[in-house]
């Protein structure tokens, strides 16, 4: 597609409950992020993807939260038993792998965003 | 792990003044620092950013300026317009075998007053 593409953009949910967010990047962008921005508060880091494998989960707040990425595309967050705290807007993005300028797709790092998925827990 | 202080949480210049908004890392092994503006309802987007081989960079009205030694780094918005008016976040990243991981500040909300 020609961005970064999110759904739900819109969930509510009870307490309790599961959902699934997900996330579909630009075509051949090798890194995908997840980020959390509650409202009117700066943007969480949670979880980043290399390919399919995840180098860093240290911003999954808790063992609630899963993610995973398969076929090097596609990435899913799943937050089971879902808290009132929970609710925030979701946002992932996409960027390709960084280079040292020197190959025809070198690119600074810049990270694409989707429009966010925005989660509602009553 | 990586921790980026942002100020002021909020701005309010009026139109044709200059904004400046600092931040401040912890990993001293972070090498790149771009910044990101987010109009109200939409995504983040990519204004400007600098390597820490570079101390200043400038494009048309937005500079950012980078102090390794003291670990920080700001941006400055000369001739604000009102269409300036949106939340700005920095960022602090280690670009290491061709993967990044970046940890943003917590944002400035910038208001241009016409």
């Known amino acids: 597609g020609a961005g970064v593409s999110q759904s739900p953009s819109n969930k509510v949910t009870e307490k309790g409950k599961d959902v699934e967010l997900r996330c579909d990047p630009i075509?051949?962008?090798?890194?995908l992020y997840w980020y959390r921005q509650s409202l009117g508060q700066g943007l969480e880091f949670l979880i980043y993807?290399?390919?399919?494998?995840?180098?860093?989960k240290s911003g999954l707040p808790s063992d609630r939260f899963s993610a995973e990425r398969t076929g090097g595309s596609v990435s899913t967050l799943t937050i089971q038993r879902t808290q009132q705290e929970d609710s925030a807007v979701y946002l992932c993005?996409?960027?390709?792998?960084?280079?040292?300028?020197?190959?025809?797709?070198?690119?600074?790092?810049?990270?694409?965003f989707g429009e966010g998925s925005r989660l509602t827990v009553l | 792990g990586e921790n980026v202080e942002q100020h002021p949480s909020t701005l309010s210049v009026q139109e044709g003044d200059s904004a400046v908004i600092k931040c401040t890392y912890s990993?001293?092994?972070?090498?790149?620092f771009p910044w990101y503006k987010q109009e109200l309802g939409k995504r983040p987007q990519l204004i400007i950013d600098?390597?820490?081989?570079?101390g200043e960079k400038k494009d048309q009205r937005i500079a950012v300026t980078l102090n390794k030694t003291a670990k920080h780094f700001s941006l400055h918005i000369t001739e604000t317009q009102p269409e300036d008016s949106a939340v700005y976040f920095c960022?602090?990243?280690?670009?290491?075998?061709?993967?990044?991981?970046?940890?943003f500040g917590t944002g400035t909300k910038l208001q241009v007053i016409p």
């Open positions: 993005a996409s960027s390709l792998r960084w280079t040292s300028g020197r190959e025809h797709y070198s690119n600074t790092g810049e990270l694409f």
């Open positions: 600098i390597r820490s081989n570079v």
């Open positions: 075509s051949g962008h090798t890194a």
């Open positions: 990993d001293s092994a972070s090498n790149y």
């Open positions: 993807f290399q390919g399919n494998s995840a180098p860093d």
């Open positions: 960022a602090a990243s280690l670009q290491s075998g061709g993967y990044q991981k970046v940890t």
